[in-house]
């Protein structure tokens, strides 16, 4: 089964950015999609961005304009680039998979903190 590996994360200052990386440990061609999601302290899991295999991109709503998802399929790996980050972006953030309309199993995430 293929693993993905979230990292990237730290603590950045309002207004600062990030770039997450999602690495597959194979080709990530074999799915149809692959996601960003986050959760923040105390709240659910909620999704974030999505690319797919044809690289259409869809955002939620509150990260649009601001986090552009990019998919490098030679080395399996999808980026999320987090611009003009706020204090409510502070979240672990996962990557998953979608295939045949089954998510894979979770990682362990990596958090991000947008603090002064």
């Known amino acids: 089964q293929v693993q993905l590996v979230e990292s990237g994360g730290g603590l950045v200052q309002p207004g600062g950015s990030l770039r997450l990386s999602c690495v597959a440990s194979?080709?990530?061609?074999?799915?149809?999609?692959i996601s960003w999601y986050r959760q923040a302290p105390g709240k659910q899991r909620d999704f974030i961005a999505t690319?797919?295999?044809?690289?259409?991109?869809r955002y939620e709503n509150s990260v649009k304009g601001r986090f552009t998802i990019l998919r490098d399929n030679a080395r399996n790996t999808v980026y999320l680039q987090m611009n003009s980050l706020k204090p409510e972006d502070t979240a672990v953030y996962y990557c998953?998979?979608?295939?045949?309309?089954?998510?894979?199993?979770w990682g362990k995430g990596t958090l991000v903190t947008v603090s002064s």
């Open positions: 998953n998979s979608l295939k045949l309309g089954r998510l894979g199993p």
């Open positions: 194979g080709s990530i061609l074999n799915f149809d999609a």
């Open positions: 690319s797919t295999d044809t690289n259409f991109t």
